[in-house]
């Protein structure tokens, strides 16, 4: 019997080199180019629209989604796509709608393929009303060229990169992905991943900015705000020239708080495992405690107050 599973296990070994080799050799012979390996079919339609719209309304399974300035006043739809997986491009009542054809939307598909859809719209305006997007799988990308009154983006799983503002409120969840926004401003603003990473860079919020992360690393850099609120279970948060003009309140299960030169009228912060250090802006009243770390902080009797709390973590906050 040992003889036999030897044998066994060599022929399998044998089997397996055998194997490998034909891979490696006819990936040799197509350079190595993993998408001739594709087994399904991708097409290219372009959509020209006429007609005006004010809102868009976008809902996809799987594509990334870019968005590009147009060069004249028609707006276009490029879509890269699977042929038996088409997109519906249509304006309907001041509403540009891009959606998954409904009667192919739960079909299981079989084949292999190392392409991914893509949806390219250029716009003819750069101020819009609306835009609201839901996807399941894709990145997604909207520069600063436009602006709207409200913007609202939901996925699955994907980035989202936002350069685009907003006089209203900006809403970006994501379960699987990062979300990084910069160079923009909004009404109000409210950014949530289960899974993933938040970067804010050169922000202006005039309400209330909300960063909610349950696992995964937020850093917030050059930005103003009227309040701050992040909570999160396990990631790390930076604050880099970050100004509330009200309340900053940061709470963490799991990771360090840091401030850099940022302020607001008054700070709370609550960490059960980690530190929290830094540098603000102004003199605060301090009520700091650690049940096991090193508790430093200025002796000041002035300003507003800023309650720090951490069970295992050190507490070290200066005053620039």
């Known amino acids: 019997m040992k003889g036999a599973f030897k044998g066994a296990i060599i022929v399998a070994i044998c089997l397996l080199l055998l194997g490998g080799g034909l891979f490696a050799g006819m990936m040799a012979m197509m350079n190595w180019d993993f998408l ?11 959509y020209e629209l006429e007609g005006a719209f004010g809102n868009i309304s976008m809902d996809t399974d799987t594509a990334d989604l870019f968005f590009l300035p147009a060069e004249g006043e028609t707006c276009r739809v490029v879509c890269y796509e699977k042929k038996d997986d088409p997109h519906k491009v249509e304006v309907v009542e001041d509403t ?44 997604i990308a909207l520069p600063e060229d436009f602006d709207f009154e409200s913007i609202d983006i939901s996925l699955s799983t994907g980035d989202v990169r936002l350069g685009a ?27 949530s991943v289960t899974t993933g990473r938040v970067s804010v860079s050169s922000v202006t919020c005039k309400g209330e900015m909300s960063v909610g992360v349950s696992t995964g690393d937020t850093a917030l850099s050059d930005s103003t705000c009227r309040s701050l609120t992040s909570t999160g279970s396990t990631g790390n948060i ?19 708080v840091r401030f850099e030169k940022s302020d607001a009228a008054e700070i709370t912060v609550k960490t059960d495992t980690g530190s929290i250090k830094g540098s603000l802006l102004s003199e605060k009243i301090f009520s700091a405690h650690s049940d096991t770390g090193k508790v430093v902080v200025p002796d000041t009797n002035s300003g507003g107050r800023c309650t720090l709390t951490s069970d295992t973590g050190t507490i070290r906050v200066t005053v620039e």
């Open 238 to 256: 930076s604050l880099k020239n970050v100004v509330a003009r009200e309340t900053i309140a940061i709470t963490r299960s799991t990771g360090n």
């Open 165 to 191: 503002s907003a006089s209203a409120r900006i809403k970006i969840g994501t379960s699987t992905g990062k979300i990084t926004m910069e160079n923009a401003s909004a009404g109000s603003l409210d950014l």
């Open 96 to 139: 540009l709608q891009i959606s998954t054809e409904k009667e192919d939307r739960f079909r299981f598909h079989w084949g292999i393929s190392f392409k991914s859809p893509k949806i390219t719209v250029y716009l003819p305006k750069k101020e819009y009303s609306t835009i609201f997007i839901k996807g399941s799988t894709g990145d």
């Open 36 to 46: 001739r390996l594709s087994d399904e079919d991708y097409q290219t339609i372009e």
